[in-house]
């Protein structure tokens, strides 16, 4: 199969282009680079994204490949996402602050450190880069290789690069997920839910 970059959502009405457009793939090129200023608008848009009160609780630990600091993250990852994700042009962790150093709370937190991470990912696609964020992480020993306080949380990482070319070798497996039809639930099943289970 072909890795494509056009992978435009089948919406059931339509939405922005640039939202229909947007898709996290697992074929990175290992030879693909971001720029510098292309990683300083992809954090400028997660610095500019909303948070309650506008506690501003994120931070980011920010790795490109080639560095120490990108292969510890690399390590960190599951096995799975290892794999395809050692691959990416930089890797960003992200960390919520989840009470500030006098023990205030922040609630949304977690929420907010989520829409900084998709205001980067909108941001990426602009910039014809390609994101994808991934769950399978050990984020206690990230926070422990990086030296993150107790009071923060680290959430995510995200991959970040361009696409690899067809010349380039890439698992199978990845490259059939890559092009196989994208899904998400119906909107019957995620508004107003009669049923919750």
């Known amino acids: 199969m072909t890795i494509v970059s056009d992978r ?9 282009d640039l939202l229909a457009d947007r898709w996290s793939p697992r ?4 030879a693909g680079e971001v720029s510098d200023e292309q990683l300083d608008a992809l954090l400028e848009a997660a610095r500019w994204a909303p948070s309650g009160s506008n506690n501003q609780p994120r931070r980011f630990v920010v790795a490109r490949r080639g560095t120490e600091d990108f292969d510890r993250i690399v390590a960190r990852l599951s096995s799975g996402n290892r794999t395809w994700a050692q691959h990416a042009a ?9 009470r500030d150093a006098d023990g205030k709370v922040f609630p949304s937190a977690v929420y907010d450190t989520g829409q900084s991470i998709a205001h980067l990912s909108v941001q990426a696609h ?51 997920r890559d092009a196989a039809p994208r899904s998400r639930k119906p909107l019957s099943e995620l508004v107003n839910p009669a049923d919750w289970s």
Do not use: C, K, N
Request: charged letters at 20%; proline letters at 7%.
């Open 90 to 98: 930089v890797l960003v962790v992200a960390v919520a602050e989840l």
């Open 126 to 176: 602009v910039l014809d880069l390609h994101t994808h964020q991934m769950g399978g992480i050990d984020g206690a020993g990230i926070a422990e290789d990086f030296g993150i306080p107790a009071r923060f949380a680290v959430q995510t990482v995200t991959a970040i690069g361009t696409l690899a070319p067809e010349a380039v070798a890439v698992d199978p497996a990845f490259r059939d």
């Open 8 to 16: 435009r959502a089948e919406t059931a009405t339509p939405i922005i």
């Open 27 to 30: 074929s990175y090129d290992p």
